[in-house]
C-alpha cells in the first residue's frame, strides 16, 4: 500500500491523478494519509528544505509492513553538497525503506491552461513515481524514457511517460512479490 | 593480489598490482573493521569463529553485509584470494567522481570482450573499477540499448558503487546516487573543470585466440569423425577456398552424391569427367511415382482405391482421439457438479 501524506494543501485533482498514477505504475493500492504539518527546522538560510532533514523529522503515517509513505510538499528542497556540487533536488527517498518526499517547487507551472495543468500533473506523477521506485530498490535508469531516469537529465523527453520501463518494471515486481506482506 | 581465475586449466594465472587497500592478511580483519567484499558489497567484520566443516576445522572470519544484514563467512586462510579491501578513502572516492566526470572513451563494441572486462573489473578494480563498469555501459546505453545481461551487470555495478560511495562519504544511498548521476547526466548548461582522471584500473591480459594455420585447419575439417560413423565421404572438394567455388567443383559434388548412392563402387568426380552428370538415383523415385506410365497409373488407381476407406477411417479416429483425450485429461471445472 502506497500512502500520500501532504505537508502542504494540493489540488484535489492533482491529488487523484497522482493516487492513480502510482496504482498503474506499481499496482499497489494508493490511499491518501491526510495532512501533516510540516517540520519547521528543516528550513536552511537561504530558505529551501533539506530534504534529508524533513524525511527525518515529518510526523509519521500510521503504516502497516512493507507500506510506502510518500510526502508531498511545494516547498524547494536542497541535499549536501556532493564531491562536485549540490545537485538539483526534485525528491528524496531512503533507498529500499519506506520513506520518501516529492517536491513541486521545480515541476513545472500549473498555469491555468488544460494543457498546462496537465503537465504539471504528468511531471508530478513522474516524481513520485521516481521516488517510490527507490523505495522498491530501483537505480537511476538509463533510458530517458523511463520514470526512473534522472530527473535533471537534459535527455528528459517534453511530456514524461509515467510507465516505468521493462527492466525497473520487472524488478520492482519482484520486489514487491518478494515483500512479507 | 592475485589476478583473476585463468580460462584454461594449463594457463598460469596472472599476477595483477593490488587494488589500493587490499587486504591481505586476515589479521587486519579487526572486529568493526569495514571492509568491501567483491560483488557482495561493504560488510563489517564481526570477529572469528571455528566451524566444523566435513570434518575439518575451519576458522572463519564472519562479515555482515551492510546493505541486508546477509554473513558472510571466509576461512581465514582464503582472505587473501577472495579480493577484500578496505572502504574506499576521500582521494579514492574524488578520483572516481573526476573519472565520471571525464570524457568518456567510445566503448568497446565487441559484447564478449567487454562482459568480460567487465566482469574482472567488478572483481579486481576496486571502486574505480565499479565507475568503469558503470561509466562504460552508461555510454553505450546512449549508443544502443543495453542487452538483458549487461543491463543486469550494470545495475549491480551501480548498487556496489551506491553504496560504497555513500558508506566512503557518511549519506545515505539516495544522495550518492544523486551525486553520481549528477556528473554523469550534468544538468544542461552544467561542465566540470576537473583535474585528469587517475589511470585506468589493469586488466590481465589475454591471449589472442589461436587462428590455425590453412594446413591445419584443413587437416582438422578432415578429421571430424565420419570414419567411426562408417562413412567415408572424401572432403576435398568441399573445402575450396571461398574463391575456388568453380563448376568443378559443384561437378565433382556431384560426381560425390552418384558415389555415395552406387555403394562408393565408382570414383570421386566420375561424374564430372564424363561431362554429363548421370540422373540423380536419390530423386527418382520421386520422379517415378509422379511420372508414372498412363496405363501403368490406371491399371494401379483401383487397387489403390479399395484399400482407402481404411486408411480413412483410421486419419479419423486419429483426429477424433486427441480430442477424446484431451477432453479425459482436462482439469475438471471450478464449480463442476458436486457428488
Given at each position: 500500500?502506497i ?44 530558505g ?7 524525511l527525518?523529522a ?48 521545480r ?22 513515481i ?6 522498491w ?45 | ?19 589500493e ?53 571466509v ?37 564478449k ?83 585528469p582522471p ?65 555403394g ?55 483426429r ?20
Amino acid at each position: 500500500m502506497i500512502r500520500i501524506a501532504l505537508l502542504e494543501e494540493l489540488d484535489p485533482a492533482d491529488l487523484t491523478f497522482l493516487t492513480r498514477s502510482l496504482y498503474r505504475a506499481f499496482g499497489l493500492g494508493t490511499e491518501v494519509a491526510g495532512h501533516r504539518p510540516q517540520p519547521a527546522h528543516a528550513e536552511r538560510k537561504d530558505g529551501r528544505l533539506d530534504a534529508l532533514a524533513l524525511l527525518r523529522a515529518a510526523a509519521p503515517v500510521r503504516a502497516f509492513a512493507d507500506d510506502k509513505v510518500l510526502y508531498v510538499t511545494t516547498a524547494p528542497l536542497s541535499l549536501p553538497p556532493g564531491p562536485l556540487g549540490e545537485p538539483p533536488c526534485w525528491g528524496f527517498a531512503e533507498y529500499g525503506k519506506d520513506r520518501a518526499l516529492v517536491s513541486t517547487a521545480r515541476l513545472p507551472a500549473r498555469g491555468l491552461s488544460e494543457a498546462s495543468v496537465e503537465a504539471h500533473r504528468r511531471r508530478l506523477a513522474r516524481e513520485a513515481i521516481h521516488a517510490i521506485g527507490h523505495l522498491w530498490d530501483l537505480h537511476h535508469c538509463v533510458d530517458a524514457r523511463c520514470p526512473m531516469h534522472p530527473s535533471w537529465s537534459p535527455h528528459l523527453p517534453a511530456s514524461p511517460e509515467m510507465d516505468l520501463c521493462a527492466f525497473c518494471r520487472e524488478k520492482s515486481e519482484r520486489k514487491i512479490r518478494l515483500a512479507k506482506t | 593480489m592475485r589476478g583473476p581465475s585463468s580460462r584454461h586449466p594449463d594457463e598460469p594465472r596472472e599476477q595483477l598490482p593490488p587494488v589500493e587497500g587490499f587486504v591481505s592478511d586476515a589479521n587486519d580483519l579487526a572486529p568493526g573493521v569495514r571492509v568491501v567484499y567483491p560483488n557482495q558489497g561493504v560488510c563489517t567484520v564481526e570477529g572469528t569463529e571455528e566451524k566444523d566443516i566435513a570434518g575439518q576445522k575451519l576458522q572463519l572470519v564472519r562479515m555482515r553485509r551492510e546493505e541486508d544484514g546477509a554473513v558472510v563467512l571466509v576461512p581465514r586462510a582464503k582472505v587473501p584470494t577472495v579480493g577484500l579491501r578496505r572502504v574506499a578513502t576521500g582521494d579514492q572516492i574524488q578520483g572516481v567522481f573526476h573519472y565520471l566526470a571525464a570524457q568518456s572513451d567510445d566503448p568497446e563494441l565487441d559484447w564478449k570482450v567487454r562482459h568480460r572486462d567487465n566482469a574482472d573489473r567488478l572483481v579486481g578494480g576496486g571502486v574505480l573499477g565499479l565507475a568503469e563498469v558503470v561509466k562504460g555501459l552508461h555510454s553505450l546505453s546512449r549508443l544502443r540499448p543495453l542487452p538483458n545481461k549487461e543491463r543486469e551487470q550494470y545495475d549491480n555495478a551501480r548498487h556496489l558503487l551506491v553504496h560504497e560511495v555513500a558508506v566512503a562519504l557518511g549519506v545515505p544511498p539516495g544522495v550518492a546516487e544523486d551525486y553520481i548521476d549528477y556528473v554523469l547526466v550534468p544538468p544542461a548548461g552544467v561542465k566540470f573543470d576537473v583535474p585528469p582522471p587517475p589511470a585506468p584500473v589493469m586488466l590481465p591480459s589475454r591471449p589472442r585466440r589461436h587462428r590455425p594455420a590453412p594446413a591445419e585447419e584443413e587437416s582438422d575439417i578432415a578429421d571430424l569423425g565420419l570414419s567411426d560413423l562408417g562413412l567415408d565421404l572424401d572432403l576435398d572438394g568441399a573445402v575450396a577456398a571461398p574463391g575456388e567455388a568453380t563448376e568443378g567443383g559443384e561437378a565433382a559434388a556431384a560426381g560425390r552424391d552418384d558415389e555415395a548412392v552406387e555403394g562408393g563402387a565408382a570414383e570421386a568426380g566420375e561424374g564430372a569427367e564424363a561431362g554429363e552428370p548421370p540422373p540423380r538415383p536419390r530423386a527418382a523415385p520421386a520422379r517415378a511415382a509422379r511420372g508414372k506410365p498412363a496405363g501403368k497409373a490406371a491399371s494401379s488407381k483401383p487397387a489403390r482405391k479399395a484399400p482407402a476407406t481404411a486408411p480413412k477411417r483410421a486419419a479419423k479416429a486419429a483426429r477424433e482421439k486427441p480430442a477424446r483425450k484431451a477432453a479425459a485429461k482436462a482439469p475438471p471445472r471450478r464449480g463442476g457438479k458436486k457428488k
